[in-house]
Each structure stands twice: as C-alpha cells, then as structure tokens.
Nanobody
Framework: QVQLVESGGGLVQPGGSLRLSCAASGRIFRIAAMGWYRQAPGKQRDLVAAITRGGSTNYADSVKGRFTISRDNANAKNTVYLQMNSLKPEDTAVYYC???????????????WGQGTQVTVSS
C-alpha cells in the first residue's frame, strides 16, 4: 500500500502565494506521473497540473504562468510540490494530489489520491 500526505493549504489573500506538498510512502518501486487536481463546491474534480517522471509538465489554462509543479524523487523522497502565486478567489478549492506507482518491478501501475487540502483565497 501507498500513503500520500498533503500539506500547505490554508487561507490567503488575493495576490498571495501558497506551496502545497504531497509526500508518498509505502510499497514503491517506481513513481510514474504525479499531479494536482482541485475540486470546488458543486463542481467536478479537474486537473490543475501534472509532471511526468522525465519532468515534462502540463497545466490547466487557468493557472498557466501562476502555478508551478515540481517533484523530488531523490533519496526516496517521492514528493510533488505545487507553487501557487498570484492566487485568485476562483482558485479556492480542495486540492488533491494524484500519484502513479509501480509497487514492484513487474507490477502494473496503481493510482493513489491524497486526502485533500483546502485552499481558500479571500480578503
């Protein structure tokens, strides 16, 4: 099994910044893509940003130029980050990390979700 622990959410004023972290631990042979999703009340969960094992990134149009995703897999750290700058009220949502994991060298990929962290942008 794999556990994902998220941190870094909170309340911030418009124009402010937050940095989210998501650390994976447990039975991990290799981590594939890592990503962040968000879900606002009454809305579906949408992709915010993703990063491949090779470091290629993909962003939702609404966050391009403001958010930056990165990952640290050195020394089994297995952590993905989301640096959020110039935050807007419409960024308010619960943010979830998603990680693809190979438990063994010959196993298929399993997907895991974090518990979610609330980000509220308000004055």
């Amino acid at each position: 099994q794999v556990q994902l622990v998220e941190s870094g959410g909170g309340l911030v004023q418009p124009g402010g910044s937050l940095r989210l972290s998501c650390a994976a631990s447990g039975r991990i042979f290799r981590i594939a893509a890592m990503g962040w999703y968000r879900q606002a009340p009454g809305k579906q969960r949408d992709l915010v940003a993703a990063i491949t094992r090779g470091g290629s990134t993909n962003y939702a149009d609404s966050v391009k130029g403001r958010f930056t995703i990165s990952r640290d897999n050195a020394n089994a750290k297995n952590t993905v980050y989301l640096q959020m700058n110039s935050l807007k009220p419409e960024d308010t949502a619960v943010y979830y990390c998603n990680v693809g994991v190979y438990a063994y060298s010959n196993s298929g990929q399993d997907n895991y979700w974090g518990q979610g962290t609330q980000v509220t942008v308000s004055s």
